[in-house]
């Protein structure tokens, strides 16, 4: 009994597995008709809703992605029955720009069957089916936990469906989101006649034909008048079928030749229009290539412009430069004339030391150097020996005027040759003002 039990349950696995392959293959077969026929009828007619080969091909994509797709279990352990709405939500909310969410919010459609077959339609017209299922494909782990073993979505022929529904992105589509084909009430149900066509072999057709001929032979004997009529009708309504069939093959071939014909010069068309963009471009890089040598032509002669002038204005500065050098050259006093001042100026800081100082104002450096000159002669031996009646030397202390502050801050140490250069560089300068003006002079005045 053992064996037997393992016996019938080795068949019945047998048996699923041979139907579960067989449910594969049917349906891939027929998608892969229903594709042609959808690719076939478009160059003659727009696709839309109410065209049978699109239902037809939307009942069988409905069928592939149901296939083997697991129910709904629910808090009380029942199973019920669920969409593939809920699969390709799920699987291809990581698609970049997917209609995924547009059809969550779609207010007219609720029933998860519904937005499903709004789905198919959304991805068709957007020509992305074969990416969505793709990336549906891709997600395995929410792939197995939506469909048993066994599924067209867990096997090899997905991807061939894939592959497949590739050929549908040359269809402009046009479809209405509220139709009664988004009507999730009722089945998907398949219609297998268009693909249907039986194929008799050569041997069978001998054999028929050999059935004709013994017939013929053995009713010819007894063949009257009555019986030659409707062979007659038969053999004219078979020839009257046989060029109904040839005119609307020549009918077909005629439409397909139009459309050729019409897609030829479609593209004769667009190919004049590209050779004439193609010159006009070329026409303007010519002219942006002779624009963009006289510019760099142009900024050439500007830069070597500017070097001379830059040159120009080196040279010149260098000339300002030793013009100025040589004109405060010859503005300084020879080394004797700065050491007799240097011994002047430390007379008077000697005066100034003793109690000697007379406060003096001088209106300008001239009437310093005459009071400077005047110490010196008085230091000489042989000026010393002077008249004793000689008047009192005067004063050149300007009267109403205010003392000014000594020069010593101003000048440093008189008695240096710096600030001996320095004084002559005020003078050179103007910065003492001459007598004329009403500005006072800076006087020296004990610290």
Known sequence: MASLSLGLNLSRKKGATRTGAVERKNLITV???SVKTLIDRSCFETIDDSSPEFINFVSILEQILSHRLKGQVNWFGYESPRSFWDYIRMACSKVPHSCISSIENMENVRMSRAKGRAWI???LMEKRLSEY????????KTTRRFYEDGAIMLGEEAGLLADMLIGLNAIDFSFCLKGEGLDGSCPAVIDYTPYLKFTQSSDSISSDEEEMRTLGSSGSESSTPENIGPALFLDQSSWFNKCKRVEQKYRMVLEQKGYLEELVRLREAQLAESVSQNKVLLQRLSDTDVSHKLEKEQLEYIVLELQDQLTVLKNHDLRSRQELTTHLTNQWPSPGALDTSAV???????????GQWEEKSFNSLDQLSADISLSQMSLDPAQSQEPEGKPERPRWRSEGKEDTPSLRGLCGSLTSVA??????SLKSSECLVSPTTEMTSPGLTPS
């Not at 299922?133 to 395995?140: E, G, M, N, V, Y």
């Open 121 to 123: 339609r959304v991805a």
């Open 31 to 33: 998608c892969r008709f």
């Open 133 to 140: 299922i793709s990336a549906a494909q891709r997600d395995f």
């Open 419 to 424: 600030s001996y250069k320095s004084l002559a």
């Open 344 to 354: 002047a100026l430390d007379t008077l800081l000697y005066r100034k030391r003793t």
